[in-house]
């Protein structure tokens, strides 16, 4: 049977039950990241980017009564959202959002978020440039970016001869760092970065990086090496 290649917003909306399983699975790894964006977040109001059902910005300020939007490019996650109690809520796409959304809440968000892998579905390099620049601008001055990616260079998860696979593959491929992910008999795309590339992008595009930790995709810990977990920076927007 072929599969079909599918964009992010259909891929995302065909397997939301399958996603629901997957964080299950990832309990560990994803609440090491909630806690860390908890611990280090300073102000709002807060924009989740690629917020899905909402229910992880919630679950990290929920309790804070914050001011908190979520945008997806997917109207069904959105739609999802808005009934978990996300009221303020975007269809946009972050790397091509449009003028006047951009035009209303430029500088209105003291901390934005773009966790597990959202950054991951932007497949062209130059649209991952735009989408970083955006979330800058939307930024208030000196105000905060969370934001994670995949590290195919993760040895702890993929082990060593996928990683040097991956590895490879960066370096030969026409289109860097980009990769098929196949559930249920469709296909989707996805990026996986570096430690060196996932800084260069940050700071290419608007932001200085506080800190960058490695947390272990399988129970949560941080590692000192970037070999050993996914990437979660915390950046500042420049003055």
């Not at 996928?162 to 593959?169: E, F, I, K």
Request: proline share 1%; net charge positive; with cysteine.
């Amino acid at each position: 049977m072929n599969m079909s290649v599918l964009s992010s917003e259909e891929f995302y909306a065909k397997n939301y039950s399958y996603y629901e399983d997957a964080k299950l699975g990832k309990t560990l790894y994803m609440e090491a990241v909630n806690f860390f964006v908890a611990d280090n977040f300073e102000r709002g109001p807060i924009l989740d980017v690629g917020c899905g059902d909402g229910l992880r910005a919630l679950s990290i300020f929920g309790k804070r009564q914050l001011d908190i939007a979520g945008m997806d490019s997917c109207a069904e996650m959105l739609e999802k959202a808005r009934q978990n109690g996300i009221s303020n809520v975007f269809h946009e796409n972050i790397a091509s959002p449009s003028r006047g959304m951009m035009n209303q809440f430029q500088e209105r968000f003291g901390t934005v978020l773009c966790l597990w892998n959202v950054l991951g579905h932007i497949i062209r390099l130059e649209d991952r440039e735009k989408a970083i620049g955006n979330m800058s601008k939307l930024l208030t001055a000196g105000g905060m970016l969370f934001v994670d990616v995949n590290n195919r260079l993760n040895v702890g998860q993929y082990g060593i001869l996928r990683s040097l696979r991956n590895g490879l593959a960066g370096i030969f491929q026409k289109e860097k760092g980009i990769f098929t992910l196949p559930i249920n008999n469709s296909i989707t795309r996805v990026y996986l970065s570096t430690k060196g590339k996932f800084v260069n992008l940050l700071e290419k595009n608007g932001f200085h990086v506080e800190q960058l930790v490695y947390v272990n995709y399988r129970n949560g810990k941080i590692e000192k090496s970037s070999l050993g977990g996914q990437l979660l920076a915390v950046c500042r927007k420049n003055l």
